[in-house]
């Protein structure tokens, strides 16, 4: 008992201390001494800086070859279209050539506005939120940061917004997340885990900041989101044939596994598909998996998403439970390596399903109760990682290009304050609150970074449009 109790006590004096708040604020401060926070305004590409084109054709090497034309469209349309495509990209230039204070946090990885968005809870409430976690992996917080303010300019720009206009928007948002940061340094560690911003505490800020009109449209947003689940997805994607219900076609944004494959590779692969719900189900909670059992998988089709992520591999899976007018349609979606690996570092999962489900769990305040993950062997016999949610649960987005600069502005203090408490559950929310501070010298910074990146964005989207031009890649929209 004695020589237990030794061990006992060896191994405790050999953990880590626990810091105090005092040493963790000691330790941002620090930090800000050694990483001034004016330093994160300059921006200026690498010497050596990768050829954007080749980024992105790297990435399309490993994609469904026939569906990479409508990814070069659609990252094609605008500089704004093209930005929510070159994650990859920036990857590399925050890399390269911007300053870190040196705190990490589980990071989104692709933190652009258009990935903030209304979700519904389990408990069936409407919340606000980061939505996409495909790049997440621990890393230097500022590059989130850093993206969701420069998406604000670029969108800005498109929407017409003066440079004045634009240079408060973000200010504003990069205002909210820090200050949200210092009142997350001063809360327990619960409180942190606990917060999330439901629609009844949204709809005050936006009812006390919005004009009517803008009031309006948050309203529909909300109506319209609790709109989208399963059963609208169900009328949506599917119709009758003889009698059962079967995803409808509509190459190549949808098409049905039946027509993708023929005869024994056909049903090969929908085996293996048909074994994911299967398997995947090990990766949910148990209640959650005899909530899974409950259904049985009549349809797959494969999907096109997004705009970054077309190409990569994605079905959907149609799921009846007690009769054909019970649906539940599960979407799984190909999970490759984080853009941000080769800079931050591999992640901890050798499943980049599980990478992903791992930091949407720790990021999101709330979560897919379906949300899950496995790896399946593909048509070419090699097997890929997925992670598998509800197609639709709930999901709305407050659009910014319908957006005058007012109603920016609040949406860009929405999801600075969003992004803060999604940092705050995974860093040391203090040291970075100290880094802060309480002036408003990173405000200032990231503004002017956000503009300067939001000019190389433009010229690495005239570049894509260069290479549509002379031929170099192939950029055709879905008919």
Not at 74 to 98: H, N, Q
Request: proline fraction near 5%; charged fraction near 30%.
């Amino acid at each position: 008992m004695a020589r237990d109790s030794t061990t006992a006590a060896g191994r405790a004096r050999r953990r880590p201390p626990h810091p105090t708040p005092r040493e963790r604020a000691d330790l941002g401060r620090a930090a800000r001494r050694a990483t001034p926070r004016s330093a994160h305004a300059e921006f200026a590409p690498a010497a050596q800086r990768p050829d954007p084109i080749d980024v992105i054709e790297e990435q399309s090497a490993a994609r469904v070859p026939e569906l990479v034309p409508i990814r070069y469209a659609r990252m094609s349309e605008s500089p704004f279209r093209f930005y929510r495509g070159a994650a990859a990209i920036m990857a590399g230039d925050l890399a390269a050539s911007t300053p870190a204070s040196g705190l990490t946090a589980q990071l989104c990885g692709d933190a652009h506005l258009m990935n903030f968005r209304l979700l519904g809870s389990p408990e069936r409430r409407l919340v606000f939120d980061i939505n996409d976690f495909d790049e997440t992996l621990p890393g230097p917080w500022e590059w989130d940061v850093k993206r969701l303010a420069t998406s604000f300019v670029i969108a800005g720009r498109e929407n017409g917004c003066t440079a004045k206009e634009r240079n408060g928007i973000v200010r504003a948002a990069v205002r909210s997340y820090r200050e949200r940061m210092r009142t997350y340094a001063g809360m327990g560690n619960l409180e942190v885990w606990y917060d999330r911003a439901d629609m009844e505490q949204l709809r005050s800020i936006t009812d006390d900041r919005l004009g009517a009109r803008g009031r309006s449209r948050v309203a529909r947003a909300m109506a319209k989101a609790r709109t989208r689940d399963s059963l609208q997805a169900f009328e949506k994607l599917t119709h009758l044939v003889g009698g059962e219900r079967r995803f409808a076609p509509d190459p190549p944004l949808i098409v049905p596994l039946e027509d993708l494959l023929e005869g024994a590779e056909r049903h090969r692969y929908a085996r293996e598909l048909h074994g994911l719900v299967e398997r995947y189900a090990r990766s949910l909670s148990t209640e959650r998996r005899h909530l899974l059992r409950e259904y049985r998988v009549v349809d797959i089709a494969r999907k096109v998403v997004g705009v970054g992520s077309v190409g990569t591999r994605c079905w959907i899976l149609l799921l009846l439970g007690k009769d054909d007018e019970d649906p539940l349609i599960l979407q799984a979606k190909e999970a490759d390596h984080s853009v941000l690996a080769a800079h931050a570092g591999e992640s901890a999962y050798e499943n980049q399903g599980q990478r992903v489900v791992a930091g949407q769990r720790l990021m999101q305040a709330v979560g897919d109760v379906f949300l899950g993950w496995d790896r399946v062997r593909g048509l070419d016999s090699l097997r890929r990682d997925f992670y598998v949610r509800q197609l639709h649960d709930w999901k709305g987005i407050l659009d910014p290009a319908d957006m005058v600069p007012k109603g920016m502005r609040v949406f860009g203090e929405l999801c600075g304050a969003t992004l803060a408490r999604a940092h705050a559950r995974s860093g040391d929310r203090i040291a970075m609150a100290a880094y802060l501070g309480s002036g408003d010298s990173f405000d200032r910074a990231l503004a002017a970074f956000a503009e300067s990146y939001a000019d190389q964005n433009e010229r690495d989207h005239a570049a894509l449009l260069a290479a549509a031009e002379s031929g170099r890649v192939t950029a055709s929209p879905a008919e």
